[in-house]
């Protein structure tokens, strides 16, 4: 078969960095000749981008490679990958465990693609999930090598930029510092260089992705330095940026997004529960008081700001009264959207080596409870928009009606709305004239 008829079809687990990894993925295989297949079954080369923050994720990718198993089994040559998280986690165990997978590779490794599966094609089953250590220049220069900056991650008007990788904070209960490796930032020059790339191919709205933004430091250049300087940039119409860490957050950085126009208001800001005891226990490295004296500050500043946050319920030795301080936060801060997940152990976190003495009926009855409090808290939020102008950015067109175009507000809330001679990357003003589940309704002004 020639390899210009070879088709590829990549399955994502996991957060906005996975699905920037999967895209850099397929544009690399693309670059060598490969098609989108359109289902599995008409694949050649299937790879698995996986999560490991959770065990759920985890268990989804082994059931996923045993429907697969078919597929090996069957006449046609098929090559199957597992990337990503728990293929740097797992490494030699998924090859042990599953004979149908040919390759497993670490995040570090993905523009290797071309080279892993000539060694496969040569009859080699690959493992790649060594890294370099953070600070060595391989590993920066190795972040998005020069030739494919000007190949980056365009959604319609939405672009996605990683500016770093890692982690160095090792709260007890996260496994991305042992998947994703210590912190690696790239330089300012080749973020810049991306994101004029991206604005010449039409992006509006640029998104700064990394684990932990706010600890952003490459050649002294900080990340308020960096937020600073790409949204000044011409072209830039909005900046967002994912995620925060609530220590590394100062009020230089409130200011400059309360001032700068191109920085939306919002913010998401992993708070994880609203219990001291738990946050000292989480290895947080701030209280509650803390981070709502933060939260105090963006809301004087930026009064419209969205905020989302991340909570965990069933944390090994939670209590009652640490859950209610967490339903607490919650009414106190009152939350645009809440990320929510009942705790489960990952291997290597300090976190594991605890008794999960949580019972998995407290953790989902807690979990419901947390819930229902953001779902009308929610509905308050949605309430208090109607009537309102808000400014939107088309960024996409209605999968079922071609008549209707979706957008975001400022504060990240989807909106539907119709008119004629709108398209995509339009900013427009729209008046919110009601609502339907999480999606506002709109007219342009």
């Given at each position: 078969m020639a390899l210009s008829t070879l088709k590829f079809h990549i399955l994502t687990f996991g957060c906005q960095m996975n699905e920037h990894d999967?895209?850099?993925?397929?544009?690399?295989?693309?670059a060598c000749g490969y098609e989108d297949a359109q289902s599995l079954d008409e694949a050649d080369l299937?790879?698995?981008?996986?999560?490991?923050?959770?065990?759920?994720?985890?268990?989804?990718?082994?059931?996923?490679?045993?429907t697969l198993r078919r597929l090996k089994d069957s006449d046609r040559d098929i090559i199957i990958g597992v990337a990503g998280c728990v293929a740097q986690q797992e490494g030699e165990r998924i090859l042990q465990r599953e004979k149908c997978v040919d390759l497993v590779f670490g995040p570090d490794h993905y523009f290797r693609l071309p080279e892993m599966l000539e060694r496969v094609k040569h009859g080699e089953r690959v493992l790649e999930t060594a890294w370099s250590e953070?600070?060595?220049?391989?590993?920066?220069?190795?972040?998005?090598?020069?030739?494919?900056?000007?190949?980056?991650?365009?959604?319609?008007?939405?672009?996605y930029v990683s500016i770093m990788k890692g982690c160095n904070n090792f709260c007890s209960f996260c496994i991305v510092p042992h998947t994703r490796g210590r912190e690696?930032?790239?330089?300012?020059?080749?973020?810049?260089?991306?994101v004029e790339a991206l604005v010449h191919r039409g992006a509006k709205e640029i998104w700064l992705l990394g684990q932990n933004v706010n600890s952003y430091r490459a050649n002294e250049v900080d990340f308020y330095t960096l937020l600073d300087t790409i949204s000044s940039q011409e072209g830039v119409v909005r900046v967002r940026f994912t995620s925060s860490h609530p220590k590394d957050w100062d009020e230089k950085l409130t200011t400059l997004v309360a001032t700068r126009r191109s920085i939306c208001n919002q913010l998401h800001l992993p708070l994880q529960s609203g219990s001291d005891r738990i946050l000292d226990l989480m290895n947080r490295r701030h209280t509650f008081a803390q981070y709502f004296s933060i939260i105090n500050d963006l809301k004087t500043h930026i009064p419209t700001i969205e905020l989302s946050t991340d909570i965990i319920v069933g944390f090994?030795?939670?209590?009652?009264?640490?859950?209610?301080?967490?339903?607490?936060?919650?009414?106190?801060?009152?939350?645009?959207?809440v990320f929510s997940f009942k705790y489960s152990p990952r291997p290597g976190t300090r976190a594991a080596a605890m008794s999960d003495d949580v019972p998995r009926s407290v953790k989902e009855e807690r979990l419901q409870r947390l819930i229902e409090l953001q779902e009308k808290i929610n509905r308050e939020h949605m309430d208090s928009l109607v009537g309102t102008v808000q400014e939107v950015l088309i960024d996409s067109c209605h999968k079922k009606n071609p008549n209707v175009l979706n957008g975001r507000t400022g504060g990240y809330r989807p909106v539907k709305l119709s008119g004629s001679g709108l398209k995509i990357g339009d900013r427009v003003s729209v008046r919110i004239t009601g609502y339907r589940n999480h999606w506002l309704e709109g007219v342009v002004v």
């Open positions: 999967s895209f850099r993925m397929a544009e690399i295989l693309r299937i790879l698995i981008n996986t999560c490991s923050v959770r065990k759920n994720p985890e268990n989804k990718v082994y059931s996923m490679l045993g953070p600070s060595s220049k391989s590993r920066v220069d190795n972040f998005i090598p020069e030739e494919w900056l000007e190949a980056g991650h365009l959604d319609g008007c939405k672009a690696t930032c790239r330089p300012l020059e080749s973020i810049l260089k991306e090994p030795t939670e209590k009652e009264e640490d859950f209610q301080a967490t339903l607490r936060a919650l009414e106190e801060i009152r939350f645009s959207s």
